[in-house]
């Protein structure tokens, strides 16, 4: 009888905060776009109007370049905190707008983030996420996670000048990871993911220039839901030394030149170049002066005398 009491009771405290909860929360109201459906407290309801308006333009942004994808709708969930968010990710989020589930075709919305909307920061984010459902769906093997993630990146257009030099810093100082570390797992602090983030998108977009300068990412994937074809792409990323060629080419042909415009731009090396372009532009200004008072001086011996002429 107690334990039955004690159920009762339970019971009651957690519909009561429930209760709360969704008080604070406010009513839920559904939403709906052409291609996204989704609940929202009713207070955000212009807010998730917005959020439609960008899964809509994020959505083409990937249609651009995967003609094929977004065929399924795919669930947009509104997670009220940024605690809950996490939680239901178990704590393991790139983003911390919005972060996918593949197995379920679902993009959670961290809804206390959103709440300072940020349209591109969004744009891009679901961009990402909806590549990752993508992926999940059509290839049927698994790809590496620097493959997934840099795939992710490129087509949501998550790169800069910034990124860039930051990945010639990471050569520099012996902080790139092997790309064999990099195809199941990240690192779990927040400085090393975002090497591990750097490093796979330019990875990505080296292969795409190497391998898929015509058809770009279209043929990449192509090329790995071809799961059959031992010459495809999945045979060569499980290949060890195709893989270690392709990263050796990698630094030489795209991280090194970064590097070498890192060491010339950094500061300590500009003052040096400054200074040694002073050095140098002094010195050529000796050299052209003292050609200068040579050629007056010849002037002045032979061309302003008597030079022998009868006017």
Known sequence: MRIFQAIVCFVLVAFMFAGLALGAEGNLVQLESAHFRFQVPEKDRRLGDAILNVAESARKTVLDQMPS???ERIGLAWVPTEREFYRQLG???HHTLAAAVPSIRRVYLNG???????RMALHQTLAHEFVHIYLGRVVGKPIPRWLNEGLA?????EWSLTDAASL???SLFGRLFPVAELADRFPTDPVGQQEAYRESYSLTAYLLNRRYSKDGV???V???TDNGDKSGLHALLSDPDWLAGFERDWQQQWVRPGRVVLMLTSSGMFWILVALLCI??????RRTGKRREARWAVEEEFGYHDDGFDD
Do not use: N, P, S, W
Not at 112 to 118: H, P
């Open 69 to 71: 994808a977004m065929e």
């Open 91 to 93: 704590g393991r989020a």
């Open 112 to 118: 206390e983030q959103l709440q300072r909307l940020d």
């Open 153 to 157: 990146m490129y087509v949501a257009g």
């Open 168 to 170: 010639a810093a990471d």
């Open 218 to 220: 279209r043929g990449l």
């Open 222 to 224: 192509a090329d790995l």
């Open 280 to 285: 140098a532009a002094y010195a050529r200004k």
